[in-house]
């Protein structure tokens, strides 16, 4: 039935007869609340376009109406701190706290104050002829009771008076800038800020350095964002072979704590938002290298996270080695390869060696797996590197020494090719930083490092026909009189190992470090571009130069500016910084182009072709050890710190504040 009322009219019968409703006056229950909804809704509607509209009111402001606001409650605009630790829920446990949260909140605040200023100083300039200015809002009110309570005792734990003291800060006199502070204040662990020398020739070298690092960071933001590299002649993303065609981001994970070091923190914060959003490896199928990922995203991960307290780090850290656990499940324990990210399936390399896995691969996981394992409670990962350790100390040694390859099914070792170059160097190198990192526990790592020290001096040391000193190849008791560039990290690996040899030794392990640093600079001085070749041999003929052509080109290695920095740590000669510096100068010369860094083909050319890659370990070794080497011992003292093969920090245990183990 039509009709024109308003409110809606019902026919009712009565032993089937229709009744008219013309004799109902009142209205039925269920109409009355709807009536009441409506002229509710227009009431609250009017009165609160009154209170908001400062040209209704007389006097009104956004200040005044957001102190309305806030006399509900400041946790209805300000969300409380969380602890983000799923594992242990302790609300006072402030080393629990993620730091971004806290700048979430206090870029929060700073907005509602900066609109607040705003509106003061157009209430100001309108109303100089009132007798009375408003006043702007009372510094830090919002926090005030979060503030009182912390007030009442101060910590002597630097991570608790960290948050502290970003709770307390005024924000009204701030500048957006400056909640760079909160970042740069905070004392992850000794060494990570600071390191400004007082010489300024050295400040303007390191100053330089890190202007380098802008500009291949800028330039991988801007062509190859998330992309794992940056090809930067063409301007656009390289996918690296080591990841399969995954874009997992590299060059952020890689480059973030040199970022943080350098004190580039917008930057810094673009990637860590980026490593919170997108870093997942999922459900891709694609082959991952297992020994690539865990020195780059386990180790870049788990240094950002000692660095700067963001539990994020650690949860992504975990996330990563998990999927690289598959590769584990061998006869022996010893690692494949190759994991795959969806399956799990994994492989070896078809070319190494009757399918062996690859020393300085499997041999390079003890310092990531041992510190996540500690600052997480899950004993697995330590587990997995602990039988490595077991399984090697049992088998035989060729010559004294380990061959690069070692099949992971019958724990027979593949062919009898030793190096401390490619396939061999990093296991040499963690035996000695994991007895550093655990702080003297490690022992069966310093035994096996002494051993394998004296017999990498009887086997591989030899003596050029001028007197360098140099480290050879030797296959099938063979010596091959050539020296990769990945070899000469070997001068500051003995430079610092000369501390734990023997008294008798250490000065002679000492010596040979700086004899191998010095050729390897040789290497670089007798190029056209100062920069050196991937390998260089020696004969009657030629020495520390490259003869074939695969061994002239240049990928922006670090190794040797590593051993430059080592040596310059340890004994102070200035010879080692001016070297850096040549090699700086001709890195800037050679390789930077408009879109960044390029590696050379041939560095015995000036207008040598370029290879169009900048290698994520550019950002995180290549930049990092130059801007150590012209910074200050206290920018990442080596006494509390080690870094991995990827040069990323992680904390000396019991040293080292970072190391914060689970509870």
Request: net charge neutral; glycine share 6%.
């Amino acid at each position: 039935m039509a009709t024109n009322a308003l409110l809606p009219t019902y026919q009712r019968y009565i032993n089937g007869a229709p009744v008219t409703a013309g004799g109902r006056k009142t209205l039925r229950l269920r109409e009355k609340y709807i009536v009441l909804l409506v002229l509710g809704t227009f009431v609250a509607v009017c009165i609160g376009t009154f209170f908001f509209l400062p040209e209704l009111r007389s006097g009104s402001t956004i200040n005044t109406a957001y102190r309305q606001l806030r006399d509900a409650g400041s946790d209805l605009l300000l969300p409380p701190l969380q602890v983000v630790d799923k594992n242990v829920f302790r609300p006072h446990d402030v080393n629990n706290v993620d730091p971004h949260l806290i700048m979430d909140r206090a870029k929060l605040i700073l907005k509602i104050q900066d609109d607040l200023e705003k509106e003061r100083q157009k209430n100001m300039k309108e109303n100089m002829d009132k007798a009375q200015v408003e006043n702007p809002l009372p510094k830090n009110e919002l926090l005030q009771s979060t503030a009182s309570k912390n007030l009442e005792h101060k910590s002597n734990d630097p991570q608790e008076q960290w948050v502290n003291n970003v709770v307390n800060i005024p924000m009204t006199d701030r500048k957006s800038s400056e909640l760079n502070d909160i970042v740069r204040d905070h004392p992850g662990g000794p060494g990570t800020r600071g390191g400004e020398p007082a010489d300024p020739d050295i400040r303007e070298k390191r100053n330089k350095i890190k202007e380098m690092m802008k500009h291949a960071w800028d330039n991988y933001a801007q062509y190859a964002w998330g992309q794992n590299e940056l090809r930067p002649m063409s301007k656009r993303g390289h996918a690296a072979g080591i990841f399969g065609k995954t874009s997992m981001g590299a060059t952020i994970v890689d480059g973030l704590n040199t970022l943080y070091l350098m004190e580039l923190l917008d930057e810094y914060q673009k990637g860590r938002d980026w490593v919170a959003a997108n870093l997942n490896l999922g459900q891709e199928s694609a082959e991952i290298s297992v020994f690539e990922t865990n020195i780059r995203f386990v180790g870049g991960l788990l240094s950002c996270y000692a660095m700067t307290g963001d539990v994020m780090f650690k949860e992504k850290a975990e996330h990563i080695a998990q999927k690289l656990l598959p590769a584990f499940n061998t006869p022996t324990g010893i690692p494949y390869a190759l994991v795959n990210i969806k399956s799990g399936a994994s492989k070896n390399y078809a070319w190494a060696s009757s399918s062996s896995s690859i020393l300085a691969e499997f041999g390079t996981m003890h310092l990531e797996f041992t510190y996540l394992s500690d600052i997480t409670g899950n004993p697995v990962y330590k587990e997995k590197v602990n039988h490595i350790r077991e399984v090697l100390a049992k088998m035989d040694k060729p010559q004294g020494l380990f061959p690069n390859y070692l099949n992971p099914k019958t724990g027979r070792w593949g062919q009898h090719h030793m190096s401390m170059g490619a396939l061999g160097d990093s296991f040499y190198e963690y035996l000695l930083k994991s007895w550093i990192q655990s702080n003297g526990e490690d022992v069966l790592a310093l035994q096996m490092f002494q051993e394998l020290s004296e017999a990498i001096n009887d086997k591989l040391v030899q003596t050029s026909k001028s007197g360098m000193k140099y480290l050879a190849d030797l296959k099938y008791d063979r010596i091959e009189h050539k020296m990769d560039h990945l070899a000469c990290f070997a001068g500051g690996f003995f430079a610092i190992g000369s501390e734990y040899m023997p008294p008798n030794r250490k000065e002679y392990f000492l010596q040979l470090g700086k004899d191998l640093t010095h050729t390897c600079h040789e290497s670089y001085d007798r190029t056209a571009t100062k920069l050196g070749p991937e390998s260089f041999r020696f004969s009657d003929a030629s020495e520390a130069r490259a003869l074939k052509q695969n061994e002239k080109y240049y990928i922006q290695r670090p190794e040797v500016i590593e051993s430059y920095f080592v040596l310059w740590r340890v004994t102070k000669d200035p010879k080692y910084r001016q070297w850096g510096w040549e090699a700086a100068q001709a890195i800037d010369k050679h390789c930077r182009v408009d879109g960044g860094f390029s590696g050379l083909k041939n560095v015995y050319m000036l207008d040598s072709a370029k290879d169009d890659v900048q290698q994520s370990f550019f950002l995180a070794e290549t930049l990092k050890y130059l801007y150590l080497l012209f910074s200050d011992d206290d920018l990442i003292p080596l006494d509390a710190w080690v870094l991995n093969t990827e040069a990323h920090p992680l904390p000396v245990k019991g040293k080292n504040p970072a190391y914060k183990m689970a509870r």
